[in-house]
């Protein structure tokens, strides 16, 4: 079992950045792969980035490539979600989930957390 818990949401100017954080439990963190994902009112969710188990490979949507980078800390069971040069359409619900098997944007996850609000204003 890995339980996550996602926190750094708020509220932020657009061109502003903010650095979410999800703090996992379980021994075995550190064998999966990590993804972040955001579901805004009204729309589907969306995969936004994807870390492998090693940490060495990354994959953004294009919507955020070059703005979000994913990073992982195994010494803190972290994983990371730094966002830069916000607009509103970034805003929404962010969610950090675990996958034990496979990685990337459209893999299966396994464990989600609650979610942290994001939001952009203009």
């Known amino acids: 079992q890995v339980q996550l818990v996602e926190s750094g949401g708020g509220l932020v100017q657009a061109g502003g950045s903010l650095r979410l954080s999800c703090s996992a439990s379980?021994?075995?963190?550190?064998?999966?792969?990590m993804g972040w994902f955001r579901q805004a009112p009204g729309k589907e969710r969306e995969s936004v980035a994807a870390?492998?188990?090693?940490?060495?490979?990354?994959e953004y949507a294009d919507s955020v490539k070059g703005r979000f980078t994913i990073s992982r800390d195994k010494a803190k069971n972290t994983v990371y979600l730094r966002m830069n040069s916000l607009t509103p359409e970034d805003t929404a619900v962010y969610y950090c989930?675990?996958?034990?098997w496979g990685y990337g944007l459209g893999s299966s996850y396994d464990y989600w957390g609650q979610g942290t609000q994001v939001t952009v204003s203009s």
């Open positions: 870390i492998s188990w090693t940490g060495g490979s990354t």
């Open positions: 379980g021994r075995t963190f550190s064998s999966y792969a």
């Open positions: 989930a675990a996958a034990q």
